[in-house]
């Protein structure tokens, strides 16, 4: 199989005349690492069968420097030309990769985010005879400029919705698409989403977006369209699949957002909540599980939302393990800016159908075996500064957790928990998610379900990495902290 999509590939450089194959993967952080090979060690050498060696030292999370040689195996199924590179000297594709020891190693290395453990999920879901899907609603800004050299003072709005200088503050402030055109005085803060051209400005950008992702990466984009907050923030949807295979569409997403973006003089930005009281960005995460062609998580005869009890256990399990979860599924600091009250996000450990103020939600759009592939989970918690491949992966392995334990999930809250009041959340036994991405990597350190998923090597990397990024933010003196205190 493999040599016959190596040719496939290799057909593919040839007809469409590439010079240039970026050679991808993705670090601990899910950031894109890239080194530009001619397209020539692919057709003619042996690039794909042999890998392309690198420094494992300069890459977060990877390797010390005194075992620092490591190889890149490029996929050659996810090879595609990049369309927007259409001059000869610049015709380029793209290439996603697994990680490998270098002097001959045989499988993918423990570093690997992709190759190592969203591949050993895979395997662990077969092996109790389950596959996952999974389809990640990604949100994002994109905006005109943004230059955290300059901060104005802000007195524009509190959390109660009234000017008040109590709340004012210097800060960096994007300028979106909206605000430059003049036409975000129609889109008031939280009041953006769905909103149609004129008042949206990202429209021939989504478009453009989507169609590149369709045509050229082979993506089935389902919908897309503005999102809640009014600063260019834009969301487009794409058909579920299964964990490797969506983990590189997040990433080929990404790059296609950005590069598309900057084409048209824009910046986009997968931050989870780079504007100051409007909503954030997150990344919703649908998930279900199979056997062969039947959905297990679906149940004609339940009543509240044809659940299955497989699906109320695999629920049971990412609730169980929320908090621990949280740190791999919103992994920055800026990330629990955005699981704060009033915002949409979810900060409460509870389920329920139709609800979106549960941290799990069960859709239930539509009624009846036909659509019996659509009964899903949806956790709410993550945020698009993950990286895929181990979001995906935790999501999958602590669901599954769930269901091998048959951890049952409590009853379902159909109450807007925001509205609660702490006894009564009390009374429902309803848990909150960390506040601060400290108090998620803690609660990540005792989690043996999320150290087995990840590996001891990139636990420990993941953990230590975030650790400094937690104590960096503790040490920097913010402007707002200059404003609030400098008269004390």
């Given amino acids: 199989m493999k040599a016959e999509t190596v040719k496939k590939a290799i057909e593919t450089l040839e007809k469409n005349r590439i010079r240039w194959v970026h050679s991808t993967f993705a670090d601990i952080r899910g950031l894109m690492q890239d080194v530009v090979i001619p397209a020539r060690h692919y057709t003619e050498g042996d690039a794909f069968v042999s890998g392309i060696g690198f420094d494992g030292s300069s890459i977060r999370g990877f390797k010390t420097i005194e075992e620092s040689d490591m190889i890149l195996m490029p996929d050659p199924k996810t090879l595609t030309p990049i369309p927007w590179t259409t001059d000869e000297a610049q015709k380029s594709a793209i290439v996603i990769g697994d990680v490998y020891e270098a002097y001959g190693g045989q499988e993918p290395s423990e570093v690997c985010t992709r190759g190592y453990v969203a591949k050993r999920a895979v395997k662990a879901a077969e092996e109790m005879g389950y596959t996952g899907f999974f389809g990640p609603e990604l949100e994002y800004f994109v905006f005109?400029?943004?230059?955290?050299?300059?901060?104005?003072?802000?007195?524009?709005?509190?959390?109660?919705?009234?000017?008040?200088?109590?709340?004012?503050?210097?800060?960096?402030?994007?300028?979106?698409?909206?605000?430059?055109?003049?036409?975000?005085?129609?889109?008031?803060?939280?009041?953006?989403?769905?909103?149609?051209?004129?008042?949206?400005?990202?429209?021939e950008y989504r478009n453009e977006v989507a169609v590149i992702l369709e045509d050229s990466f082979g993506f089935n984009v389902e919908m897309h369209h503005h999102e809640v907050a009014t600063a260019g923030q834009i969301e487009i949807d794409f058909k579920y699949g299964e964990l490797v295979e969506t983990a590189d569409r997040i990433i080929y997403y990404k790059f296609v957002a950005k590069n598309i973006a900057k084409k048209h003089g824009m910046i986009a930005t997968f931050m989870p909540k780079p504007i100051y009281l409007d909503n954030a960005s997150g990344m919703h995460v649908h998930t279900s599980l199979w056997k062969g062609s039947e959905n297990a998580m679906y149940d004609e005869n339940d009543e509240y939302a044809e659940l299955s009890q497989t699906g109320r256990y695999f629920i049971g399990g990412l609730m169980e393990h929320a908090r621990a979860l949280v740190a791999v599924t919103c992994p920055t600091v800026n990330s629990y800016k955005r699981l704060v009250p009033g915002f949409e996000a979810p900060i409460y450990i509870m389920w329920s159908r139709r609800n979106r103020s549960a941290l799990v939600r069960v859709p239930v759009y539509f009624r009846g075996p036909k659509y019996a592939s659509q009964k899903r989970a949806e956790f709410r918690s993550a945020d698009p500064s993950c990286n895929p491949y181990l979001a995906l992966s935790c999501i999958l392995m602590a669901g599954l957790d769930g269901v091998k334990k048959k951890i049952d999930p409590g009853d379902p809250v159909d109450e807007d928990v925001y509205e609660l009041t702490p006894e009564r959340r009390r009374a429902l036994g309803i848990r909150e998610l960390p506040t601060t991405l400290k108090d998620a990597l803690d609660e990540m350190k005792s989690d043996e379900v999320i150290h087995r998923t990840l590996g001891s090597?990139?636990?420990?990397?993941?953990?230590?990495?975030?650790?400094?990024?937690?104590?960096?933010?503790?040490?920097?003196?913010?402007?707002?902290?200059?404003?609030?205190?400098?008269?004390?």
């Avoid at 959390?159 to 109590?166: I, L, R, T």
């Avoid at 937690?470 to 400098?486: A, D, G, H």
């Fill in 144 to 203: 005109s400029s943004i230059d955290p050299t300059k901060l104005v003072w802000d007195l524009w709005v509190s959390p109660k919705g009234g000017a008040g200088d109590s709340w004012g503050a210097p800060r960096v402030v994007p300028q979106s698409p909206e605000i430059e055109s003049g036409s975000n005085m129609a889109l008031r803060p939280k009041e953006a989403y769905f909103r149609p051209p004129p008042d949206d400005t990202t429209i």
């Fill in 457 to 488: 090597h990139i636990f420990d990397a993941f953990i230590e990495y975030k650790t400094n990024d937690w104590n960096q933010y503790c040490l920097y003196v913010t402007p707002w902290e200059i404003m609030k205190y400098l008269d004390y």
